[in-house]
């Protein structure tokens, strides 16, 4: 990977929460005085200000990569070590190095032969921009996951909820049991197990 100076990458996961499907994360590497129209925390976005949030962070970004753990990850590591190894995955996929790193959140992960500074940022999605621009194309990115399972599995409403524990949701465990992309580790998936058909 070619070094690139000035530069900071944001670090963001979405899918901690949910009972089902991968954890994803991104990584987006901007310029220090970059700047994109519209781009601030996922979840103070609209779907439709996402997806147009998105689209100009893709054309914009320096560059901009993805990452995945899968549920049966998930369910041998734990949520937390997933969620790490996801943006290990993500920034694993950039071609150049850049000169800091910022991760939301508290914990970060070990990227290997990286030499520059990595710095956490609690709220980093609503503090720093690069962190705000992963977390919106990890989000997107989860979200059409999400979408694409429930054309698998449509009894579960996974378009409408994500995977989260929504009344909905945990009512379609209940009566159905999990499908092969509920987390099975999680307590409330653990407990409709018995109902599997």
């Not at 609209?46 to 049966?72: H, K």
């Not at 190894?85 to 970060?108: I, K, S, W, Y």
């Not at 977390?135 to 449509?154: E, N, Q």
Request: glycine share 10%.
């Amino acid at each position: 990977m070619n070094l690139a100076g000035e530069t900071v990458a944001g670090i963001d996961e979405a899918g901690r929460g949910p009972l089902a499907g991968p954890v994803v994360a991104a990584v987006v590497v901007l310029g220090s005085d970059q700047s994109i129209a519209g781009v601030r925390d996922s979840k103070q976005l609209t779907v439709a200000q996402r997806a147009e949030a998105a689209l100009r962070i893709r054309a914009e970004a320096l560059e901009w990569a993805l990452g995945e753990a899968s549920t049966d990850e998930i369910d041998e590591l734990n949520i937390l070590q997933a969620t790490l190894l996801a943006m290990q995955r993500a920034f694993a996929g950039l071609t150049c190095v850049p000169a800091r790193v910022e991760v939301d959140g508290n914990r970060a992960p070990r990227l290997a032969g990286y030499r520059g500074t990595i710095e956490t940022v609690v709220e980093g999605d609503r503090l720093r921009l690069a962190i705000g621009a992963a977390s919106i194309l990890a989000k997107v990115h989860r979200d059409d996951l999400m979408g694409r399972l429930h054309a698998i599995y449509p009894d579960y409403g996974f378009e409408q909820h994500k995977g989260y524990p929504t009344a909905r949701h945990r009512a379609a465990l209940r009566l159905l049991g999990p499908c092969p992309e509920h987390r099975r580790s999680f307590a409330p998936v653990r407990a409709a197990m018995g109902n599997s058909p």
